[in-house]
């Protein structure tokens, strides 16, 4: 018989992927395993029985012929690889007592995780600062209106996500210092 | 190559050491895994996500080289610039071993504090 599928739809932010990791061990402790990611956090779980399943999240972006021994290395350690979701790859085994059940094994391979996550985003962040300070050096300093008056609804926007950014990027540094720390 | 050059690499982490210990001859990764937790007795595990970060650093500094590649699994060995970072990190890792055997009667549990203590 096939197995029901259902699509759920569940957010999460960079530097709360391994609250992500618990939460779909979870999902799958009651019978919902995941088996395939879609676009912008759209996933689809089978319903079966009940199973102890560790899920793991790695974040890389690599072209194809990388990417398979990439995949082959963690098969050969035991993983299944269920998928890619915006360069996170979704990877889960069977949790055994006594077996490396970490995709992750030191510190410094999880602060090199995050710092991928970083280089990503600083990328887009200096984008967007590049873009806001050539819309203020347009506005003219003889302008008769005020200088909210210049502000429209694309600045705004693009000032708001310029907002957002800094603060996940902010969030992912005190991951990697708390991380640094151990 | 010079010794600054190598310093620039040391001190290794631990997985990266085992890792190129286990170098010393062509392995493909699952087997350098097992390799590290066998020669290091069990103290050091590496996961795929660890392994495949270290081979991709060490191959772009060129301190590891791909010589064979067989149903997707790349198989590595150390380079002649790999083999003299190993062995300088050998021989910190001996003077370290040393100075902490040296030591090591000083550090028993049951022994009392030296400074004032109980």
């Known amino acids: 018989m096939e197995n029901a599928l259902v699509k759920k739809f569940k957010w999460f932010w960079a530097w709360q992927d391994e609250a992500e990791e618990a939460w779909l061990g979870e999902m799958s402790k009651k019978g919902y395993h995941l088996s395939s990611v879609g676009v912008a956090g759209i996933y689809t779980f089978f319903i079966d ?23 082959q290395l963690f098969r050969d350690a035991g993983w299944e690889y269920i998928g890619e979701m915006s360069a996170w790859q979704y990877f889960r085994k069977h949790a055994k007592q006594g077996e ?37 050096s347009r506005i003219s300093v003889d302008n008769p209106y005020p200088w909210w008056g210049v502000i429209d609804g694309i600045q705004l926007f ?15 540094a005190t991951r990697i210092r708390q991380l640094k720390r151990l | 190559m010079s010794q600054d050059d190598i310093k620039e690499y040391l001190p290794l982490t631990e997985a990266t050491y085992y890792i190129m210990v286990a170098l010393s001859e062509p392995l493909h990764g699952y087997a350098v895994m097992q390799e590290v ?3 290091s007795e069990g103290t050091v595990r590496v996961g795929p996500g660890t392994l495949y970060g270290v081979f991709t650093t ?57 400074a004032g203590g109980t």
């Open chain 2, 37 to 39: 937790e066998k020669i």
């Open chain 1, 49 to 71: 029985e009940p199973r102890d399943y560790v899920y793991r999240l790695d974040y890389r972006m690599f072209p194809k012929k990388d990417k398979q021994e990439y995949l």
């Open chain 2, 58 to 114: 060490l191959e772009k500094e060129g301190l590891i080289v791909k010589v064979k590649e067989e149903e997707r699994r790349k198989s590595y060995t150390l380079t002649p610039k790999g083999r003299a970072v190993l062995l300088s990190q050998v021989k910190r890792l001996g003077i370290m071993n040393r100075n902490g055997l040296a030591v090591s009667d000083r550090l028993s549990p049951e022994r009392r504090n030296v």
């Open chain 1, 158 to 172: 693009t000032f708001l996500v310029f907002l957002l950014f800094t603060y996940i990027i902010i969030r992912l």
């Open chain 1, 100 to 136: 490396a059940n970490e995709i992750f094994t030191d510190a410094e391979s999880k602060i090199a995780k995050y710092t991928r996550i970083l280089t990503f985003l600083g990328f887009f962040w200096i984008v967007l600062v590049a873009v806001l300070v050539g819309r203020i």
